[in-house]
């Protein structure tokens, strides 16, 4: 049997506390926004040119260099010295001009500052190579609201040339331990910029989830001094407490259409999975094992429920159909492996594994059982999917501080996502692509 611990902040996550990471001591900070530092890159990166865009606004330069920065960050391009005096969509290009001065892509553009205080943004994507033009779109945005523009110019031009869908107009939330007393639930852009505090509390928070819509988070509040489940709707600030049974309450996760929670209770002895209604309606009980059942994540179909459970002796993973029945051991590399999360399309599982006293973000090809490690940090935590598979978001510690850091589905490509301000950040959540 599991043996717990008493912190506050993971009795819930309860085979995660076998990690025997307590949260880093932090330190109250000024606010400050995230930045990513690109610590490896992929192979075959494709160069592109990104010229200033038309217009008199700073924005004319300021939507460019955001842009240049997606690209660079993704690790599959290589942005090519775009100086000089800006270029519209309607502007002459000398294609192979650029394809000489290494550039394969570029994008050009234009910036109107509308008399309402709005902005319209045009872009248009050139391959140089082909020399073919390959089209472009008219956004309007606020002007508190252009890094927005940026990043759909971002994802327009990912998925045009890599066939992939694009990911920097997505978001992602995670929670901030500033100080002893000082917890926030925080959402920001996918690059760590624009970030809002949905939820600030003296008291610990943790499991965020977002809903299949973006629009909500479900997660873990101790602020009435017990682990309470609520549901929160980000636009509006409303919030709902869903599950408040006796005992624990825990590992909030959406099913694919927003309908239904898994969660995990301890209301009738061990930590068992659950299913309830988004809003806590019509409670059933899942799992029927003797040991402790955590962590519940749904199947990209819904049909299916993977979790962690230690029924087999220790933690490892399992998958049992979201309407009961026996359940299957998924992992059997190591003697410990929690946190599943499974990739958009299925086919693949993420999770920590922890092997010679490392935890490290593991990937399992589901179809073949292929494992492969792909961070060489050492104190890993909380995987998380971008909404096209591509990139996992986790929290580790680096430094002696908890930060968020990203890594490429094949390991190629590893971020570091750091804090300018001091203070621990924990688990974070890859929000879906905005409807």
């Known amino acids: 049997m599991i043996k717990l611990q008493r912190d506050p902040l993971h009795v819930l996550n309860l085979l995660h506390l076998l990690t025997g990471l307590a949260l880093l001591a932090c330190q109250a900070g000024a606010q ?17 040119a990104v010229a200033n865009f038309a217009g008199d606004d700073s924005s004319s330069q300021e939507i460019p260099q955001i842009v240049r920065d997606d690209l660079t960050n993704s690790g599959s391009f290589r942005t090519i010295e775009a100086s000089g005096a800006g270029l519209s969509e309607t502007s002459p290009v000398d294609l192979p001009g650029w394809k000489a001065h290494g550039a394969d892509a570029l994008v050009v553009g234009s910036v109107i500052h509308l008399s309402d205080g709005r902005f319209t943004v045009r872009f248009k994507l050139y391959d140089s190579v082909k020399q073919v033009d390959l089209g472009g779109l008219e956004l ?25 869908k694009g990911v920097f107009s997505t978001r992602i939330a995670y929670v901030i331990r500033k100080s002893q007393q000082r917890y926030e639930l925080q959402v920001a852009d996918a690059d760590g910029y624009n970030f809002q505090t949905a939820l600030a509390s003296r008291e610990p928070i943790i499991s965020p989830s977002w809903s299949p819509d973006g629009t909500r988070l479900a997660y873990v509040s101790f602020e009435l001094k017990k682990p309470v489940i609520y549901v929160h709707t980000i636009a509006t600030g409303q919030r709902l407490p869903v599950s408040n049974f006796k005992g624990s309450n825990s590992a909030p996760a959406w099913s694919p259409d927003g309908r239904t929670l898994a969660v995990v209770l301890s209301r009738d002895g061990n930590s068992q999975i659950y299913l309830m209604g988004a809003d806590g309606s019509g ?3 899942l799992t029927q094992s003797s040991g402790i059942d955590t962590e519940p994540t749904f199947s990209p179909d ?22 009961g029945g026996d359940a299957a051991r998924v992992t059997f590399k ?32 589901l179809a073949s059982g292929q494992e492969l490690l792909l961070t060489d940090t050492v104190k890993d935590e909380s995987p998380s999917f971008a909404p096209n598979g591509k990139l996992i978001l986790y929290a580790t510690d680096i430094g002696g501080r908890g930060v968020l850091a990203a890594v490429s589905t094949d390991g190629s490509v590893k971020q570091r996502v750091t804090l300018q301000e001091t203070g621990d950040v924990r688990e974070p959540c890859w929000g879906p692509y905005l409807r």
């Open 32 to 48: 400050a926004q995230l930045h990513i530092q690109i610590e490896g890159v992929g192979a075959n990166q494709i160069p592109i």
């Open 140 to 164: 309007t945005a606020p002007a508190n609201n252009l890094r927005l523009s940026a990043h759909r110019i971002s994802d327009y031009v990912y998925e045009k040339l890599t066939g992939v």
């Open 283 to 285: 409670l059933r009980r």
């Open 302 to 323: 819904g049909q299916s429920v993977y979790f962690t459970s230690d029924r087999g002796g220790g933690p490892q993973i399992y998958k049992m159909s979201a309407s």
């Open 334 to 365: 190591g003697d410990y492996n929690i946190s599943p999360r499974i990739s958009p399309d299925g086919k693949t599982l993420a999770y920590i594994s922890r092997r010679g006293g490392r935890f490290q973000v593991y990937v399992l090809d």
